[in-house]
């Protein structure tokens, strides 16, 4: 079961606008409108950001959101901030209660 | 709100077993998804298997088939992930995480739990 693909790092200034892409196959996202982006700061938990494709979880800044187009799912992060700093992670149902998280993306706020 | 609290870090042999624990608070036990997730050092997620305590039955990763056992203690409220025949390589932090009924992403994490292998 293959990790999903993403960007090892991308980067951005404060205030700017970065996007993360999460490539999978037509098997997993694809498939379910069930794509969830986690956040995991240096010798932390994951913390979810980002469910079902493009719902933030209550109290979550609006500077995070995401989306879908075909096998790729994305998340942008707008207004970029130091705190923004962080491992990010997606994952994608893939049926059968099966799920794969991507490879994970480092975001550095230069 | 649901909070879930791990058992601390565990030094093993090689071709040992470990046992993780899982106690959650709040919410219904019975009812949530409790997942097991870990990540090696300087490396990235790596979801193992799930379960359902009200339906019992777990669902493992393809890599961790016939290595690893999850179970749940509903009278405790304390799920529990067994991984046997270790090896150097699995060597990680392990978290447990649960997911609302009827959601398929990971809501609340627990604060993982090291495991060492090393002879």
């Known amino acids: 079961q293959s990790a999903l693909t993403q960007p090892a790092s991308v980067s951005g200034s404060p205030g700017q606008s970065i996007t993360i892409s999460c490539t999978g196959t037509?098997?997993?996202?694809?498939?379910?409108?069930?794509v969830s982006w986690y956040q995991q700061h240096p010798g932390s938990a994951p913390k979810l950001i980002i469910y079902?494709?493009?719902k933030r979880p209550s109290g979550l800044s609006r500077r995070f959101s995401g989306s879908k187009s075909g096998n790729v799912a994305s998340l942008t992060i707008s207004g970029l901030q130091t705190e923004d700093e962080a491992d990010y992670y997606c994952?994608?149902?893939?049926?059968?209660?099966?799920?794969?998280f991507g490879s994970g993306t480092k975001v550095t706020v230069l | 709100q649901v909070q879930l609290v791990q058992s601390g870090a565990e030094v093993r042999k090689p071709g040992s077993s470990v046992k993780v624990s899982c106690k959650t608070t709040?919410?219904?036990?019975?009812?949530?998804?409790i997942t097991w997730v870990r990540q090696a050092p300087g490396r990235g997620l790596e979801w193992m298997g799930g379960?359902?305590?009200?339906?019992?039955?777990?669902t493992y990763a393809q890599k961790f088939r016939g290595r690893v056992t999850m179970t749940t203690v509903a009278s405790t409220t304390t799920a529990y992930m067994d991984l046997n025949s270790l090896k150097s390589e699995d060597t990680a932090v392990y978290y447990c995480?649960?997911?609302?009924?009827?959601?398929?992403?990971?809501?609340?994490w627990g604060q993982g739990t090291l495991v060492t292998v090393s002879s």
């Open positions: 995480a649960a997911g609302v009924p009827g959601t398929e992403y990971f809501s609340f």
């Open positions: 994952c994608s149902y893939r049926g059968s209660n099966i799920y794969v």
């Open positions: 379960v359902i305590p009200h339906f019992g039955r777990p």
């Open positions: 079902e494709v493009t």
């Open positions: 037509s098997s997993d996202v694809g498939s379910y409108h069930l």
């Open positions: 709040g919410g219904t036990f019975n009812t949530y998804t």
